[in-house]
Nanobody, 123 residues
Framework: QVQLVESGGGLVQAGGSLRLSCAASGRNLGLYALGWFRQAPGKEREFVAAITWSTGSTNYTDSVKGRFTISRDYAKNTVYLQMNSLKPEDTAVYYC????????????????WGQGTQVTVSS
């Protein structure tokens, strides 16, 4: 069982930066992969980035490569999503999710979800 709590969303101008945090709790976190997904109004939830807790292996969707960085802090049991050069099309509710073992890009493969945090990028 894993509990996830996101924070760090907000309103930012295009070109600006935000850092999202996902505080994780539960047993055997080292066995999980943690991902960030986002969902804009009227659109499906889409994969953004993910990291394996144990090895730090990462995966990103093409539209955020070079702009977003996912990382984890063992001591704080927290995963971060550093978002730079934000664009209006990045506006969405961002969710943290966890699944056992390896990274997958399908939201259906993740069994644990946080409550989401709103990111709004103005033009």
């Amino acid at each position: 069982q894993v509990q996830l709590v996101e924070s760090g969303g907000g309103l930012v101008q295009a070109g600006g930066s935000l850092r999202l945090s996902c505080a994780a709790s539960g047993r055997n976190l080292g066995l999980y992969a943690l991902g960030w997904f986002r969902q804009a109004p009227g659109k499906e939830r889409e994969f953004v980035a993910a990291i394996t807790w144990s090895t730090g292996s990462t995966n990103y969707t093409d539209s955020v490569k070079g702009r977003f960085t996912i990382s984890r802090d063992y001591a704080k049991n927290t995963v971060y999503l550093q978002m730079n050069s934000l664009k209006p099309e990045d506006t969405a509710v961002y969710y943290c999710a966890a699944r056992g073992l390896s990274i997958r890009i399908s939201a259906a493969m993740y069994g644990y979800w946080g409550q989401g945090t709103q990111v709004t990028v103005s033009s």
